[in-house]
């Protein structure tokens, strides 16, 4: 478990440019203090252990703001970024090297039983306030757009956004999953949109630069008296 732990710290000095050391990141981070607390719960948990999971995992909600059900299976260099509102369910599973944002919830659709909470496979970024629900599989090396809502299985290598989430975008194998030099899909989005309208008010601007000698000349043929 201690090990686990040093691969959390780890990964918030490698993907948070604010951080300065691993002793600042383990006394200051609320993200990894749920972290930390959530690795104790889930090893209790699995000893069967009734009730006192549950306690520390309330009492790591109270502290840090961020809900993980203690029966949730985490890999290793696990990063929660500003954390606040962050709600991981008790069937959702997350791979190794996953980052979450503040508002992140890893839920389900409904009451049922079972397997109802997602999956996330390795190297996965999801955005501040996204929803991934129900028992659906997330693939590798997938971003996920902030606010998006993800309701249907994602394949590897993709980015998705939206309300439903749509995958936008698939990378090759090799493409790097960098979330600090990757640029933001909607981002992307909103920059197209400006370049139109750019290109838009360019040729209303020339229209109306091509129509004014014939302006003018018609007002200059309305001007002249009759002979």
Known sequence: MFRTIKSDIQAARERDPAAR????????YSG???????????AICRK??????RIISHLSRFV???????????????????????????????GDHVTLYQGVTLGGTGNERG?????????????AGAKVLG????????????????????????????????????RSEEGDLDHVKMRDPIADQFEALEIKILALKREVH??????KPSQKLEQTSGDKEPD
Do not use: C, W, Y
Not at 32 to 42: D, T
Not at 48 to 53: D, K, N, S, Y
Not at 115 to 127: D, E, S
């Open 21 to 28: 050391s691993s002793l600042e990141i383990l006394l200051t």
């Open 32 to 42: 990894v203090h749920a972290v930390i607390l959530h690795r104790l719960a889930h």
């Open 48 to 53: 069967h252990i009734p009730l006192l999971p």
């Open 64 to 94: 840090t703001g961020i809900e993980i059900h203690p029966a949730a299976v985490i890999g290793q260099g696990f990063f929660i970024d500003h954390g606040m509102g962050v709600v991981v369910g008790e069937t959702a599973e997350i």
């Open 115 to 127: 397997k109802r909470h997602p999956t996330l496979g390795n190297h996965v970024i999801v955005g």
């Open 135 to 170: 028992g659906i599989v997330v693939g590798h090396h997938v971003r996920i757009g902030a606010n998006a809502v993800v309701l249907k299985t994602i394949p590897d290598h993709s980015t998705v956004v939206g309300i439903p989430g749509k995958v936008i975008h698939r």
């Open 206 to 211: 020339e229209k109306q630069g091509q129509n």
